[in-house]
């Protein structure tokens, strides 16, 4: 039982709706907090009534709350929470049917690729791997099969810009759904809805929870016909999200805009010390003006986001510097308040074939930073020694 968009605080500033948006209060009790209604099932007073609760996996009050907030933030009709970022892909492209093609961006998460590649392919749903930022490529891509392009933007781990609007557009004039992982930027940044995509979803276990605590999805949708068609694929599959996670979600959601503020200065305070530095020979962040994308980034979201990837230069064992770091952690995921360093080749793209990953990037020296909000001098006196202690 997906949760609907109130609308009930459009009025506020973003950052006020992130406490007070959806139906995130008890009226019950007056709780400031939804409570977290620990239960699997409910109370009926006879049989085939019209009722609001009936079990757990259809619609739970916290999760509820959860789902009524994260539609309103990103504008949608309806909310749905997941039991992980990958559940919500799967649901999403559960939507696609045998014979259906989907295309993605060369540089996709390899959670999402690995989905695709080995159990989607068993149902007969295919992908094609296309270059989003070329949008004569998208639309020259397109064929009778294709039913949906699903996008990031930036793109994991490289970082790459593709204009949401326009790739939408292309969608919408070939009758394919326009989907977007939203999870790098989350609606505090860009809100793809608004730019014409009929989906967005996150990896919610990342900025929206924000405290690496919880691991969690969300997916939010613009039409009714598409929000009924979640709904029945979210209860008949089961993957959704319990009641204490969705209320840790909630939780987190309050302080998302304090966070992604210090965030992204800590990010641009080490983007800028990491390309003045002859140790790094490339760094992927968009929020250089002379990166490929800036200039879209720049319109249609309201900052360059957090993430970063980086390459050092000859002369640097990368090895070293992953084994060398101290107080920031060698992990998967990201947009925790911890500051993390990930491989991207060994750990969130080694799904993806190795001959793919060379060819589009993802090399084996390639190092991606989760900017944390802890003091930014500590941080880069963390990667700074850790950049040292990798020279040869």
């Known amino acids: 039982m997906a949760q609907e968009s109130t609308d009930t605080n459009l009025g506020l500033g973003f950052e006020s ?70 559940a919500a892909i799967t649901a999403v492209l559960s939507l696609l049917h045998v014979g259906d093609e989907v295309i993605i961006p060369t540089n996709v998460y390899g959670g999402t690729y690995r989905v695709l590649d080995k159990v989607f392919n068993h149902f007969g749903i295919t992908y094609r791997v296309v270059d989003t930022t070329d949008l004569d490529a998208v639309e020259a891509a397109i064929g009778p099969a294709t039913k949906a392009a699903l996008i990031e933007s930036p793109a994991n781990p490289l970082m790459t810009v593709t204009d949401l609007a326009a790739v939408s557009e292309i969608a919408h004039r070939h009758g394919l ?123 249609q979201a309201s900052g360059p986001g957090v993430m970063m990837s980086f390459e050092l230069a000859s002369g640097y064992d990368a090895p070293t510097f992953f084994r060398s770091t101290r107080m920031v952690a060698l992990a998967e995921s990201l947009g925790g308040v911890e500051s993390l360093v990930c491989h991207p080749a060994s750990m969130t793209h080694a799904a993806i074939p190795k001959e793919e990953r060379d060819r589009v990037g993802i090399t084996e020296g390639l190092i991606r930073l989760s900017t944390g909000i802890e003091d930014k001098e500590d941080i880069l006196a963390d990667i700074e020694q850790a950049i040292e202690a990798a020279r040869i």
């Open 177 to 299: 759904l326009s989907i977007v992982d939203n999870t790098f930027m989350t609606p505090y940044l860009q809100r793809p809805l608004e730019l014409g995509a009929d989906i967005v979803l996150h990896s919610a276990t990342k900025y929206l929870g924000g405290h690496s605590d919880v691991v969690a999805g969300l997916v939010v949708v613009r039409s009714d016909e598409l929000a009924q068609q979640l709904a029945f694929i979210q209860n008949s599959t089961g993957g959704v999200l319990g009641p204490l996670d969705s209320f840790l979600l909630v939780r987190g959601i309050k302080t998302l805009g304090v966070r992604m503020d210090r965030h992204q200065e800590n990010a641009r305070y080490l983007a800028e010390f990491l390309r003045a530095i002859p140790a790094v020979a490339r760094i992927y962040w968009p929020g250089f003006e002379d990166f490929p994308g800036y200039e879209i980034n720049r319109h």
């Open 17 to 86: 709706r992130l406490i007070h948006a959806g139906t995130t209060t008890d009226p019950a009790t007056g709780s400031v907090n939804v409570p977290i209604y620990q239960t699997s099932t409910y109370r009926q007073d006879h049989i085939r009534g019209d009722v609001t609760w009936e079990y757990s996996r259809t619609g739970n009050p916290t999760r509820a709350a959860l789902e009524s907030l994260i539609a309103d933030l990103e504008g949608g009709i309806a909310g749905f929470a997941f039991a992980s970022g990958m």
